[in-house]
Every structure is written in structure tokens, then in C-alpha cells.
């Protein structure tokens, strides 16, 4: 199984982006999938996940950010709206699938103030 991310970019404050990742592979049944976000010199950390039909964000983007996926598309997605400098980073996306975690390459957005 092989995550492939995108969507990152260069966007102003205030801005949007919306962030892919589609599992090629035998992905199925996907049973939590999360997005992680490292900021510049520090610990990558959860920001939003969804297993079943709960969603958990972290207090930083609640509001802001929403998670989705696809299963038909074995895809899932952050919808992340009115960026601010602090959402900097690279963001990572998750998918398990029982006692099996995989993981993408990262895609870097970068919040311009």
C-alpha cells in the first residue's frame, strides 16, 4: 500500500487549501484515517482524524479544518480554511487499516502573513 498526498502550495493568511491523499493498493477496509502536521523544528502532531463516522480535531483548527474521505476513491481529504502563518508546515496523512498504519510522503503549505 502506497500513500501519495498533494495539494500543498504557497497561500496567503486567510487563505484555503484542500489536501489529498489516495491509497493505491489493497487499502480496504480503511478503519481510521488521520492528518498530521509538522511544524518547522518541531514534533509532528495530530490535527484531525475520523474512524467511522467521528471526526477529532485538534483545538488549533477546529472550525477550520475539515476531514473527509472517499472511500470509493480511497482517498481522503483536509479541506483547511482561513490559514494562518502557524499552519505551516508539512502535512502527513494516515490511513490504518486494522493492526496495519501507513503512511504519505508529506506535502508542505506554507502560510505567507
Known amino acids: 500500500v502506497q500513500l501519495q498526498a498533494s495539494g500543498g502550495g504557497l497561500v496567503q493568511a486567510g487563505g484555503s487549501l484542500r489536501l489529498s491523499c489516495a491509497a493505491s493498493?489493497?487499502?480496504?477496509?480503511?478503519?481510521?484515517v488521520g492528518w498530521y502536521h509538522q511544524a518547522p523544528g518541531k514534533q509532528r502532531e495530530l490535527v484531525a482524524s475520523?474512524?467511522?463516522?467521528?471526526?477529532s480535531y485538534a483545538d488549533s483548527v477546529k472550525g477550520r479544518f475539515t476531514i473527509s474521505l472517499d472511500n470509493a476513491k480511497n482517498t481522503m481529504y483536509l479541506q483547511m480554511n482561513n490559514l494562518s502563518p502557524e499552519d505551516t508546515g508539512i502535512y502527513y496523512c494516515?490511513?490504518?487499516?486494522?493492526?496495519?498504519?501507513?503512511w504519505g510522503q508529506g506535502t508542505l503549505v506554507t502560510v505567507s502573513s
Open positions: 475520523k474512524s467511522g463516522g467521528q471526526t
Open positions: 493498493g489493497r487499502i480496504r477496509p480503511i478503519s481510521a
Open positions: 494516515n490511513m490504518r487499516r486494522g493492526w496495519d498504519n501507513y
